[in-house]
């Protein structure tokens, strides 16, 4: 069976790259765990070759985000294949933090296509940006998802291929405001259906289903019970090695 998938996104911290660095020394500490996991940590660009250097034996490096870029020259520009070439492995696509300054579906499905040519795994986030008793939201989540992966088809290499639900609204809440654990069994079921819709049963059983917000030591094991998703994207308590930690152990733990 393959590894439960840990992404760590870390955003815009630690502020600093000594911060970062005693943040590396301290999830090193814990390697052998990480080993049992397919972990990848995405820090800000410029960290990459300390990530790199001090946890190439239990970690890859990830990308935030990268720019959807065409042929010719682009000054300031940092592609796909440049960053591949120092190592990276996957990269987020369209989180929502992304999406709230501009980032398109469209451009989501530029990106994607991007990183399947240059042989990153493109994990894609999608998510509602509030629940309604309604199931409003669920109309919202199958546009967003078709919309994503436009132009990807049964003969796409899906096993470069994974989805991220992070329901904006609970992304930087602490735990006790996350998403229960069935109305996340209920997402990812809906999720499931809208995969199999495009590209068939067997491809879409392929596609991991992580999820992310809120996720911390108190609610992860809860999570990831039975909800049918196969590991988490996990900000704020990314940046603590101690809730890591758990969160990681929570998820071998089965
Ligand atoms: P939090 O874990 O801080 O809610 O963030 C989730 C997220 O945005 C990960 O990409």
């Known amino acids: 069976m393959a590894k439960p ?33 397919s972990l990848f ?23 935030q985000d990268f720019p959807a870029s065409s042929d010719g020259t682009h000054t300031g520009m940092v592609t796909p294949d440049i960053l591949k070439s120092f190592g990276v492995k996957l990269a987020i696509i369209g ?6 300054l501009g980032e398109t579906n469209d451009s989501v499905a530029q990106k994607v296509k991007a990183a399947l040519r240059s042989g990153i795994l493109s994990l894609v ?16 989540l199958r546009e967003q998802i078709k919309l994503s992966l436009a132009g990807l088809n049964r003969k796409t290499d899906i096993s470069k291929l994974a989805l991220a639900y992070e329901p904006v609204w609970a992304i930087g809440k602490r735990a006790d405001d996350a998403i229960t654990p069935a109305d996340l069994s209920q997402s ?32 992860a094991t809860a999570l990831f019970g039975g909800t049918g998703i196969k590991g988490f ?22």
């Open 125 to 140: 986030c999608v998510g509602e940006l509030s629940r309604d008793q309604d199931g409003e939201h669920f109309e919202f």
């Open 5 to 37: 998938i840990l992404v760590a996104n870390w955003k815009n911290h630690p502020g600093s790259l000594s911060e970062a660095g005693v943040l590396l020394k301290q999830l090193s500490g814990s390697a052998r765990l990480y080993q049992k996991l």
């Open 188 to 219: 990812v079921i809906f999720i499931k259906k809208v995969l199999v819709d495009m590209f068939g049963r067997t491809i879409a059983e392929r596609i991991p289903i992580l999820y992310g917000g809120a996720v911390e030591p108190v609610d």
């Open 41 to 63: 940590i995405a820090p800000p660009l410029p960290y990459l070759e300390s990530v790199s250097l001090r946890t190439g034996n239990f970690a890859h490096l990830a990308l």
């Open 233 to 254: 994207l996990v900000g704020h308590a990314s940046l603590n090695a101690k809730s890591f930690k758990t969160i990681a152990e929570s998820l071998i733990r089965k």
């Open 95 to 100: 989180h929502s933090e992304r999406r709230a």
